[in-house]
């Protein structure tokens, strides 16, 4: 169309469909760039539906199929539009198939409809749609009843009931939802003839836009499922921190049940599953540190953490969970050894790196036992099931070792392997770049590093205290009696014979105990006392000892003599000698001082009664007769 410019000059304005499809697309390309995406029109109804400003891929494909079949059409209407007395300028040459040549617009779209096996109706809808919006206006658009429900527009109460009911925790089923609303139709003013099928109660709460996915999360599955799926949350950096300067720390639980064979205070061959205890390096992902328990304790965080303080030194954080047992490390062990403690948001688990690690062990580890427990018991395998009950029978018969479960010391050292396993292989994670948990410890020291604590030092901090009094060179812990490692740490024990000391030990390791004195400072190591046999195997270590008893004998004798010779050296009296030097000086008589005890007259035990008269007499007469 010709028309003029503001400065009067001539000029040609050309309709967009007519335009070629290439310089249709640049054009909307550009426009799409260049518009933002209308949610919501400001101040507006919310019913009406926003502006389509772009396309998704599906959309643009459909789009561009749509506008295939109608570009024939737009360019016949072209045509027949400028050519002169309205006759087509291009001889096309088309038929219907009754032979009618194609010289209309009505005819065109007849034949096209018949090319494509396409309704004729919805090609010239698509055809209405594309001169009034373009390419976009040739995808689908949503349906205007869309979100919208009949069940919630005529019954708004039972509505609302229904999705009280539904967004609750206790998770009652839309079958009892749909039954309830049904009993209780005339409360909710809903007739008779009327009542909402079941069908259409379902696809209301399971789509409308007034319970999002969140809300139904939240009602429905509670806050820690929410926060694990839905709440956003920030990810930390790797390699923006040093090897060794951030430690990370948690329990879990292996899903493998073993028998008990190595930890005290329970029955031998109780069924457990062990609680692991792992201390993470941030950078590195090397596990530095763990330990395994009945229960996840502080001692059990304190017993992961002393072997790697012994290796590589504290770290200068240590991000744990809020656990009142990590808590307690917090407050209590990590001031000691200069470590800050650092707490993670409760009840999120993306919080904490590690918990990444405990998928790792469990799909690396744990599942590779027959006795593998799955993390819920309705994953539980049901030959676990058939080995737990069969082990349960053999524990009540006495003979837990029959059974298939593992011993609790063999999975401990097959976790061991799989550790040091672990360490050694290359990690896909973040800042790892496929290098091992080990290069990557090796390469990116902490220049602020310091050095590994001595064993002693760990004692003065890390262990369990407990006041004990020494008795016959030992103490007592737990019902065992503990003894010095070596001969001079007897001798330690054997100087403080009935005095109180201090024990430092850990519940979780009670191969190795620490004495330290009243003050906290370490005296000597003890070990467990170990029982000898009755029988000559035992004849050795009888000798050793009761040779270790003559010289700690004649060693506190010779002290006792050493002493007694210094003093008598030294020239000092005694008191005694003093005593005796005052009394010589003195006029004493000791008979004025003296009183004796009063004598008594004590029968004779020898002495006889005298003869009385008639004994007399019968002497008398029988010398007589003599």
């Not at 310089?23 to 426009?31: N, Y």
């Not at 998704?56 to 109608?70: D, H, L, V």
């Not at 259409?200 to 694990?228: F, H, K, V």
């Not at 003093?578 to 000086?585: H, S």
Request: with cysteine; aromatic share 8%; net charge positive.
């Amino acid at each position: 169309m010709k028309v003029r410019k503001r400065n009067g000059r001539p000029a040609f304005e050309y309709r967009f469909e007519s335009l070629p499809f290439a310089v249709q697309t640049k054009i909307i390309e550009k426009e799409k760039n260049a518009t933002a995406l209308i949610v919501a029109p400001v101040n507006s109804d919310a019913s009406i539906e926003p502006a389509k400003v772009a396309l998704s891929a599906e959309e643009e494909e459909q789009a561009r199929t749509r506008y295939n079949f109608i570009e024939p059409l737009l360019r016949f209407e072209n045509e027949q539009r400028f050519s002169k007395n309205e006759q087509l300028a291009l001889t096309l040459g088309l038929k219907l198939p009754d032979g009618t040549p194609v010289d209309s617009l009505g005819k065109m779209r007849k034949y096209l409809a018949q090319l494509h096996q396409v309704g004729s109706v919805s090609l010239w809808r698509w055809f209405t749609r594309y001169k009034k919006h373009g390419l976009i206006g040739l995808a689908d658009r949503a349906r205007s009843d869309k979100g919208k429900s009949h069940f919630r527009a005529s019954y708004p109460k039972a509505a609302a009931v229904a999705a009280s009911l539904y967004l609750d925790q206790r998770k009652m089923g839309i079958k009892g939802i749909h039954r309830l609303i049904c009993q209780q139709h005339a409360a909710f003013d809903i007739p008779e003839d009327d009542l909402p099928s079941y069908s259409a109660l379902r696809a209301w709460l399971l789509t409308t836009p007034e319970m999002t996915p969140a809300m139904r999360i939240l009602a429905r599955d509670g806050l820690r499922s929410y926060e694990n799926r839905v709440s956003p949350y920030l990810q930390r950096a790797y390699a923006d921190v040093f090897a060794n300067q951030v430690w990370c720390s948690d329990h879990k639980i292996c899903d493998v049940e073993v028998w008990n064979d190595c930890f005290l205070g329970l029955r031998l061959g109780t069924p457990m599953r062990l609680r692991f205890t792992g201390i993470m390096d941030f950078r590195s992902r090397k596990m530095v540190g763990w330990a395994f328990a009945p229960e996840g304790s502080s001692m059990s965080i304190v017993t992961a953490m002393r072997p790697a303080l012994v290796e590589h030194g504290p770290p200068e954080v240590l991000y744990v969970d809020n656990g009142t047992d990590y808590r307690k490390v917090g407050r209590e062990v990590c001031p000691r050894v200069g470590i800050h403690p650092q707490y993670c948001q409760p009840y999120h688990g993306q919080a904490k790196p590690i918990e990444r690690q405990w998928r790792t062990m469990k799909e690396q580890l744990e599942i590779l036992f027959t006795t593998y427990t799955g993390g819920k018991p309705e994953l539980r395998p049901d030959a676990t099931v058939v080995r737990m009950a069969w082990h349960r029978k053999l524990l009540q018969a006495g003979t837990p070792e029959l059974s298939e479960h593992p011993p609790a010391s063999y999975f401990i050292c097959m976790a061991a392997a799989w550790i040091d396993d672990y360490n050694s292989t290359p990690h896909s994670g973040k800042g790892m770049h496929g290098a091992s948990p080990n290069e990557v410890f090796q390469a990116n020291p902490n220049p602020r590093q310091r050095p590994p604590l001595q064993p002693t030092e760990l004692v003065q901090t890390l262990a369990e205290r407990s006041t004990r009094k020494v008795h016959e060179c030992a103490v007592e812990i737990n019902k065992l009696r503990y003894i010095g490692v070596d001969e001079a740490a007897a001798r330690v024990l054997h100087d403080l014979a009935e005095e109180d000391v201090l024990v430092a030990y850990d519940p979780n390791d009670c191969e190795g105990v620490a004495v330290l004195d009243v003050g906290g400072f370490f005296l000597c190591w003890a070990k467990p006392e170990q029982l000898q046999p009755h029988s000559a195997a035992s004849s050795e270590a009888v000798a050793q000892m009761m040779q270790m008893r003559r010289r700690m004998r004649r060693q506190t004798e010779e002290a006792i003599t050493g002493i007694h010779q210094l003093a008598a050296k030294s020239g000092a009296a005694t008191g005694l000698e003093m005593l005796e030097k005052k009394a010589m000086a003195m006029p004493i008589a000791i008979g004025d001082h003296l009183t004796q005890r009063r004598i008594r007259v004590r029968p004779d035990e020898r002495a006889v009664a005298p003869p009385s008269a008639g004994e007399i007499m019968r002497g008398i007469l029988d010398m007589e007769d003599k």
